[in-house]
């Protein structure tokens, strides 16, 4: 049977940061929270992505404009979300789990948007275990070792962001819960791509199923960045992104 929908606040001492000292920043990420899609696959209509939802409506969420700016700007400061406008309206996106975890949806779950995604028994759910259909035939649902080794000699041959993260993806099921953007910026931000191939590849085995990957985005770009040492990912943790000159929002 399946539950309701629900998002989790984290219990840290930067929350209560956030509710103290920068309560609008805190008031748009909760409302980015409730909005943002689960389902790993893209919204066929909308066409968002996990992690993201459309905003804008700062008088609905109780802000002026310049508060509702204000936050935004303080989100992207503190690494907590990332903005980017469209012809759609404003697409807000999660970050990371820092603050709020949105309870990822397996992707044959109902999501938060009452609209069918059109998945296939064959589609990854995204839970890291090989599944079987009707027929007994085992599914790739993010830890086929048959898989991993073709698509990661595909990425070899040819070094595009789109053969990194089907790699990363068909290697460690961390990676099919992580949204398309956070990947692609990690690629992004290395900028040598001589060194794409030999990061994931280490990546992966360095974190070989069933060892867990808390914090999937930032270990792959410390890995691209040459620093596979800080395996957590715990080289800009929001605690530091938050020690800064604290002064209370208008």
Not at 62 to 78: D, H, I, P, V, W
Not at 80 to 103: C, E, P, Q, W
């Amino acid at each position: 049977m399946a539950t309701k929908p629900y998002i989790q606040l984290m219990r840290n001492q930067d929350v209560e940061l956030l509710l103290t000292h920068h309560i609008n920043a805190f008031r748009l990420l909760t409302f980015i929270a409730l909005r943002a899609r689960r389902s790993v696959s893209q919204h066929r209509i909308t066409k968002l992505k996990q992690n993201q939802a459309f905003i804008g409506d700062f008088k609905k969420m109780g802000m002026s404009e310049q508060n509702y700016r204000t936050a935004k700007q303080k989100l992207e400061e503190f690494s907590l979300a990332t903005f980017k406008a469209t012809n759609r309206g404003t697409i807000a996106t999660l970050y990371d789990s820092a603050v709020y975890n949105i309870n990822p949806a397996e992707d044959n779950e109902p999501d938060n948007i009452p609209i069918t995604d059109g998945l296939t028994d064959n589609q990854r759910t995204g839970n890291g275990r090989v599944t079987t259909n009707k027929n007994g035939k085992k599914e790739n649902n993010g830890e086929n070792v048959e898989e991993y080794p073709r698509l990661l000699s595909v990425f070899e041959k040819d070094l595009t962001i789109a053969n990194g993260i089907a790699a990363l993806r068909a290697g460690h099921p961390a990676f099919i819960k992580t949204a398309d953007i956070h990947l692609e910026n990690a690629f992004k931000d290395q900028v040598d791509r001589s060194k794409w191939y030999e990061a994931v590849k280490g990546l992966i085995k360095a974190y070989a199923p069933p060892a867990e990957l808390p914090r999937p985005n930032h270990t792959l770009s410390n890995w691209l960045a040459g620093k596979p040492s800080e395996k957590n990912g715990a080289a800009d943790p929001v605690g530091k992104r938050l020690n800064v000159a604290w002064k209370d929002e208008d």
